[in-house]
């Protein structure tokens, strides 16, 4: 007789970072992602309030029905200089089925 093991594994994960060290990890599974209402928010942010090479990122269901769900990722920080930029790249929307 063949086993199988079938694991679900996270929709996505949102972390921030800086100069000084990476924040807390913010795994979103699909049982999450389908029970979250349209205007439900993650986010991955620093905690080492550096300000220098900053990563931060949100993720936000924008659009649901009954097949799944639209998330807007965004992404933001500063550059790794002594006088940081500001920066933020170009939001990213993923759908997700159920």
């Known amino acids: 007789m063949k086993t199988k093991v079938v694991q ?6 949102l972390q921030g970072s800086n100069y000084n ?15 979250a209402p349209v205007g439900t928010v993650w986010n991955g ?13 949100s993720a936000e269901v924008v659009y649901k029905n009954n097949h799944g769900c639209a998330v807007l990722f965004r992404e933001w920080g500063t550059t790794d ?3 940081p ?4 790249s170009a939001p990213e929307l993923v759908w997700y089925e159920f």
């Open 85 to 88: 930029k500001d920066w933020e």
């Open 45 to 57: 942010f620093d905690d080492h309030n550096c300000g220098r090479d900053l990563r931060e990122e």
């Open 81 to 83: 200089e002594p006088d």
């Open 21 to 35: 060290g990476t924040g807390d990890i913010i795994e979103v599974g699909y049982s999450e992602l389908e029970a």
């Open 8 to 13: 679900q594994v996270n929709a996505f994960t």
